[in-house]
Structure formats: structure tokens, C-alpha cells
């Protein structure tokens, strides 16, 4: 199970969780349900990919202010989705809306480019270096 729960309710992140205490927002979850394993499952896993993208391109034709698209840097990064599509969803954002892109451990230069705010969060220290697994309530 995903960062150590022990059931499926547990597996659903706190941040997906914690949503539901904003009247006004909404989210749908992409993914096969694996981990993505290169070269062994790939046409799975672009497949998803392709259906959040264009899910994703939908909702900038919304009434939506804030589009987020939870780690889709890393499908770019692991080939999984063209960089170019992405370029694209950036130059062709309405302007009244903010679009977020998450994911990555690399640069994407043409991405960063065209992004008006790029931002790095990095672990100094954490539990699990330690040998700490995850923990109820803080990690899931």
C-alpha cells in the first residue's frame, strides 16, 4: 500500500482528504492505480496520462480560477507526456485563470521559461532517513 497505510482508505492522501472543507472546489484523480515501472507498462500509464492532459485542457474552456495539475511535470520528465503539450497549455491559458504545475526533481527550462513563478521545495531533514516509515495522521 501506498506510503505505508494498511487499507485503501488510508492509501487516499491527506491533501486529497483535506479538500473537502473548501465549498468551492473540485478535483478528479487520474493514474492506473501503479506505480509506473519504464519500459514494462508504458502504453498503460501514457494512456492515463493523455486523459488527464485532456481533461486538464478542458477546464481552461471553465469557469474555473485556479486549474491545478498535481504532478504532471513528472510525466513530462519520465517521457510520458510531450513537453510540448504543456508549452502549449501555458501559451494558450485564458488570463484570467492561474494554472499550477507540480512535479519534477529536474529543470524543465522551456517550461520554466514561459512560467511566471517557479518555485523549489527541497528536504533538508526528514523521519524517514532516519528509518522512520510513515506515520498516521502526518505522512497518510
Known sequence: ???GANTLEEQIP???KSLSVFKNFSYKRFGTGSWYVKG???NEHKSKV???YNYLSDCLKEDYD???ADEILYAVQLGLLEENLVLDLIKNKPKNKELILTGSHQP????FELA???TEIKKIKHPYDKGILA????EF
Open 14 to 16: 491527506g491533501e486529497i
Open 135 to 138: 506515520r498516521k495522521g502526518l
Open 116 to 118: 511566471d513563478l517557479v
Open 108 to 111: 524543465l527550462e522551456k517550461i
Open 40 to 42: 514494462s507498462n508504458d
Open 66 to 68: 485556479i486549474i491545478i
Open 1 to 3: 500500500m501506498k506510503n
Open 50 to 52: 493523455l486523459e488527464a
